[in-house]
């Protein structure tokens, strides 16, 4: 077998073997330079199963330096050494390997494994990044009791860290220092860490439920301490919710969180150490919005509940990812909530899901919640494992109760702890605690797709009966021609004049009924409260009664909801008049309201007032009329700004004295505000000297990027003037920038191309940094419709020849840019061929990654 064929192997659930070997000690020493690191690795090795007599350990971009067995130092013709394994033969059952590699930090620009860049040192090693730092079981199922030592430079790098309790720490001969750390807790190596740096460092502690204290240290880039008390503060929060709420404390003496510029994703929850990406932990009024506070305490949470789920309780292999990442995500949903506007977030979580999961669904990356096949574990922390994960944990939780959930959580964390499990493990310790049949319900982790829902009414005027007749379906996906119905527990409620009536239904089959007695012919179900499951729901309900439901509902959520389904029927009615369509009455009548007098949750009338984006309207379609939904937005844009423009001003005029701080009603006040502002904004003569005075006036970041969207989004004159305002301003601070960058590749007209370009040579662009090329790229593919899917294929072509160069840097980064072009199928017959020929040229690359290779030879297959 080639070497190329190898690596582009498809490994699956179905062939889990145990693991033959365990490592029960990791002793790993560091000398660190940036261009040249030697890595010492002890490790102690007990054999698991008497018949293997191999052993094979994974490592990738390594020169092997030297291999004792024992004391004694092997000859190269003792074991063979491949691009991706280690292989020798062992006889005895116990025994040590010392293993001495050499790598080289600062040309690992894939940023995984062990990394330089800004002047640091730093690692990211889930899911299969510690093979490129020295030979080892990378696989989550082998658990290590860690000890590492650093020596670097004294000066250069004066914060020299990895998991547990520091041990050691002296000056050694000629400037190098040596420091030690011992992890008591025996853990998988990806949840491995090491950072060297030179940073700023806040400091606090933290006294756990039973009277433990902790110590919280944050490292952040000089000069932007200040930046991170917030999220110093937003730890302690998440510390004190867990043990409140799920009884979980933390456990090691340090809690360290460093935040660095060059990071692949959000971030990393190392034992001990997290590593999180600048973006999510340095936020001030100044320089972060109102979102980004939102996501350093949601991130924050998360990557700290992890600590019980994922880090104490851990993954058998990877493709149990959501048994921690399902789980963490809902216990950081519920942790938000708790914090903020409940219905708001709920709104949120349920936009992910009807937006990003419910397009997975209908791609070639198609997977259920537990995927059965994967070539790069990389392109499997997606939407569906994470999110739609959350929301069968969210399912469990409904249909057991809190009192039930947290039941079966104990008896998850007592029987599990220090262990390697997979979801069936979660789901058995939530039926036996709960005496609860689950056999059905397991099918949400082996199913994928998005099962439509479809409810049809029928009202017998006699028995004053009303009858729902609900059939589930869920359609085939690339990956799974067949499926099976589901269990969903369907939340509801029905508002019969004064009377309402909330319940539970739990739905099994594929064709069940729900019936209501004594109840009049005007009733009218809310059916999947809260998106109970995660489904698409298939109604007839008029314009009418939609917005009856969306006058009157007591439940947030389900106005919400029911406005969404208005849009919907809207946007159709938008298309079949060919733009002669004008938006009716009662919604104008129903704004007006709520522009004057509010509802006491501000974020949610915000939301109430919002028309659906691009991609909301997209995702209902399954082949999406761009040009049609872009003009449909306008027009509805503008006909609202229109028919309300006094009571938009009032409105904004009434709320623009928000406090600066992050606080809920602050929060509201903005939000409602800026919506106003962005309706406003179309008219751009009255709206001039608003903007300008909002953007020069602004007490923090949220106003002024309020401004900045509003008039990219009207196309306002005044855009390019306060961009080089803003530019100006912010020429220092990388994240505002980001901002900046990626306000220009929205920038709905031809002129992006140029300005892109242009982009690509600012002295702070860099194509090594993922938050740079995020910014601009991601920007540009999701959040520009109108240039990004042009006739001409320029859009295409941009991306295509982004990603070209840009694999062979980052093929992680690249490979998350690329999904808009998976979903070629969904698009006219014109752009089919443009998307098409654009995969094509990726795939004829040369030496494509296994990242852009697995997608990109899925969406063509
Ligand atoms: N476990 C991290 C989290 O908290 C994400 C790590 C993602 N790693 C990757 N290779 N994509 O969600
Ligand atoms: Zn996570």
Redesign the pocket.
């Known amino acids: 077998m080639s070497a190329d064929t190898n690596s582009r192997q498809v490994k699956r659930l179905a062939d889990y073997q145990a693991p033959d070997f365990f490592i029960e000690t990791t002793d790993l020493t560091f000398e660190l330079a940036a261009d040249k690191t030697l890595v010492t690795a002890v490790l102690q090795f007990r054999r698991a199963n008497p018949n293997a007599l191999e052993l094979r350990l994974d490592g990738q971009q390594l020169l092997l330096l030297a291999v004792h067995y024992n004391e004694r130092l092997l000859q190269p013709s003792e074991y063979q050494c491949d691009a991706q394994q280690l292989r020798l033969s062992v006889t005895d059952d116990d025994f040590k390997l010392t293993i001495k590699t050499e790598i080289c930090p600062q040309a690992n620009t894939a940023l995984e494994g062990l990394y330089f860049a800004n002047g640091s040192f730093c690692t990211q090693c ?2 299969e990044g510690f093979r490129r730092i020295t030979y080892y079981l990378d696989r989550p199922d082998v658990l290590s009791v860690f000890s590492t030592t650093i020596i670097a430079d004294a000066n250069q790098y004066p914060y020299l860290l990895s998991n547990g309790n520091k041990v050691a720490d002296r000056l050694l001969a000629g400037g190098q220092r040596l420091v030690r750390w011992q992890d008591p807790f025996p853990k998988p190596c990806y949840l491995f860490a090491l950072v060297a740096g030179d940073f700023e460092l806040r400091q606090d502690q933290y006294t756990t439920k039973s009277g433990r204290v902790v110590e919280l240290a944050f490292y952040v880039e000089k000069g932007q301490g200040n930046k991170a008390l917030f999220a110093l503060e937003a730890l302690k929060r998440s510390m004190r919710w867990d043990e409140e709420r799920f009884g979980l404390e933390y456990d090691l003496d340090t809690y360290m969180v460093v935040a660095v510029d060059f990071f ?6 190392n034992k001990g150490l997290n590593v999180f990406n600048s973006k999510y932990v340095l936020v001030s009024n100044n320089t972060a919005t109102d979102t980004d506070f939102f996501n350093v305490e949601s991130i924050i949470g ?2 700290y509940f ?1 600590n019980w789920t994922g880090n104490r309780v851990t993954c058998r292999d990877w493709f149990q990812l959501s048994l921690k ?1 399902g789980l963490t995500v809902f216990r950081d949903q519920e942790f938000s909530r708790d914090m903020g506007s409940a219905t708001v977030n709920r709104i949120h979580a349920v936009q992910v899901i009807r937006t990003a999961q419910f397009a997975e669904d209908a791609s070639p990356m198609a997977h259920p919640i537990q995927p059965q096949q994967v070539m790069e574990m ?1 392109n499997f ?1 997606t939407v569906t494992v994470y999110d739609k994960g959350a929301e069968v944990i969210r399912m469990l939780h409904t249909l057991l109760g809190e009192d039930g959930f947290q039941a079966g959580m104990r008896l998850y964390v007592q029987r599990h702890d220090g262990q390697a499990v997979t979801c069936e493990h979660f789901v058995q310790a939530m039926q036996d605690a709960n005496h609860y049949d689950l056999s059905a319900f397991r099918r949400w982790y082996q199913q994928s797709g998005t099962p439509e829902l479809r409810v049809q009414r029928s009202y017998d005027v006699h028995k004053q009966q009303l009858t729902l007749t609900l059939r589930q379906h869920t359609p085939a996906t690339a990956d799974q021609a067949t499926k099976l119905p589901l269990v969903l527990p369907i939340r509801y409620q029905l508002v019969d004049g004064e009377r309402s009536e909330s319940g539970l239904f739990v739905m099994q089959l594929q064709e069940e009924s729900l019936v209501f007695t004594d109840v009049s012919a005007t009733a009218l179900p809310v059916l999947l409260e809260d998106f109970s499951a995660p489904v698409r729901l298939l109604h007839d309900y008029s314009e009418q009664e939609l917005l009856r439901i969306a006058k009157a509902a007591s439940n947030g959520f389900a106005r919400w909801d029911a406005l969404q389904s208005c849009w919907m029927l809207w946007l159709q009615q938008y298309i079949q008049q060919g733009g002669a369509f004008h938006l009716p009455e009662a919604l104008f009548e129903l704004y007006a309201t709520l522009l004057n007098q509010p509802l006491p949750d501000k974020s949610l009338t915000a939301e109430l007032l919002k028309v659906p984006d691009y991609g909301t309207f997209a995702e209902s379609f399954p082949q999406i009329p761009v040009d049609s939904i872009l003009a449909a937005s306008a027009a509805f844009r503008l006909q609202i700004s229109e028919h309300l423009s006094k009571a938009l001003l009032q409105c904004y005029q009434q709320h623009s004295q928000a406090a600066a701080e992050y606080n809920e009603e602050a929060v509201g006040q903005r939000a409602l505000k800026n919506r106003c502002l962005d309706y406003l904004s179309m008219h751009h003569g009255d709206s001039q000297t608003l903007l300008e005075q909002q953007y020069h006036t602004a007490s923090g970041m949220t106003d002024k990027l309020a401004v900045l969207k509003a008039s990219l989004h009207s196309e306002h004159p005044v855009f390019e003037s306060l961009m080089q305002h803003f530019a100006n301003e912010w020429q220092q601070d990388v994240l505002v920038l980001d901002k900046w960058f990626s306000l220009h590749a929205a920038n709905p007209t031809e002129q992006v191309f140029d300005t892109i370009a242009a982009l690509c040579q600012h002295p702070k662009f860099s194509w090594q940094n993922p938050n740079r090329v995020r910014a601009l790229f991601h920007a540009f593919a999701m959040q520009n419709p109108g240039q990004f899917h042009r006739l001409d294929g320029r859009g295409y072509q941009l991306l295509t020849q982004t990603l070209l160069l840009l694999d062979p840097i980052n093929p ?1 980064v690249a490979a998350r840019l690329v999904t808009p072009l998976l979903s070629w199928h969904r698009y006219d017959s014109e752009r089919q061929i443009l998307i098409k020929q654009a995969l094509r040229q990726l795939l004829e690359k040369d030496g494509i990654s296994n990242d852009l290779y697995e997608k990109v030879s899925k969406a063509l297959a």
């Open positions: 889930e899911a692949n994703m959000g971030a990393m929850e998360h990557e992890h990442e990389n922390y992680q």
